[in-house]
């Protein structure tokens, strides 16, 4: 089975820190995304990456960048954190048949 | 623009009751729908997918969705629910060139 690993499950941050979400395949896919989970909203794609040091901005980046420096590891930074950017964060690898995403469980995030 | 609608934000049925979950999508070509759930503190788990073929297509946990192109809707179905359904629910269109296209999540309450 397809393993998608987020470090961290909750994290509480300060407005204004900086901010690092890893995630972390098990299956050398190409295909990783950040997506962002908002009641109401559903999800939205934050970042997308396609290949190692390969990045393309989805449909709200801003506020983040990335960082794909191993095939295996995709890294979503908050530079400067702000409280608007509570919410919970999705890492989604997309399988080698290109159809389904698998998801890892999600960290949860509140900015005070 | 492309969207994925979910008219319902929750759905109460009762154990034993079949239950419907509603989708409808506006994609330009062919599209891709899939159904995705999501447990509590948990990602968002792959139930099944329509990409060509028959309209009426089955997935885990006995679920089954019914494409149906001149009403552009794909529902999900269950004959007989259970209170271990009880979950958030995402239709999704994934015809764009890595670019998802999420509804906004329906809750699924199964009364026991």
């Known amino acids: 089975d397809v393993k998608v690993t987020q470090s961290s499950r909750y994290l509480v941050k300060r407005t204004g820190e900086k901010v690092f979400l890893e995630c972390v395949q098990d299956m050398d896919h190409e295909n990783m995304f950040w997506y962002r989970q908002d009641p109401g909203l559903g999800l939205r794609l934050i970042y997308f990456s396609y290949d190692v040091k390969m990045k393309e901005k989805g449909d709200i980046p801003e506020g983040y960048s990335v960082s794909r420096e191993k095939k295996e590891r995709f890294s979503l930074i908050l530079e400067s954190a702000s409280t608007n950017q509570t919410s919970m964060y999705l890492c989604a690898i997309l399988g080698r048949r290109g159809e389904k995403l698998f998801f890892g469980s999600g960290t949860q995030l509140s900015v005070l | 623009a492309q969207s994925v609608a979910q008219p319902e934000d929750q759905v109460n049925v009762a154990e034993g009751n079949p239950l419907t979950v509603k989708c409808t999508y506006s994609?330009?070509?062919?599209?891709?729908l899939f159904w995705y759930v999501q447990y509590p503190n948990r990602g968002l788990q792959f139930l099944l997918k329509y990409i060509t073929g028959d309209n009426l297509v089955k997935g885990s946990y006995g679920f089954e969705a019914e494409f149906n192109k001149s009403q552009t809707s794909f529902h999900l179905k269950k004959p007989s629910a259970l209170v271990s359904d009880s979950a958030l629910y995402f239709c999704a269109d994934g015809s764009g060139t890595y670019k998802y296209i999420f509804g906004t999540g329906t809750r699924l309450k199964v009364l026991a």
């Open positions: 994609v330009s070509g062919n599209p891709y």
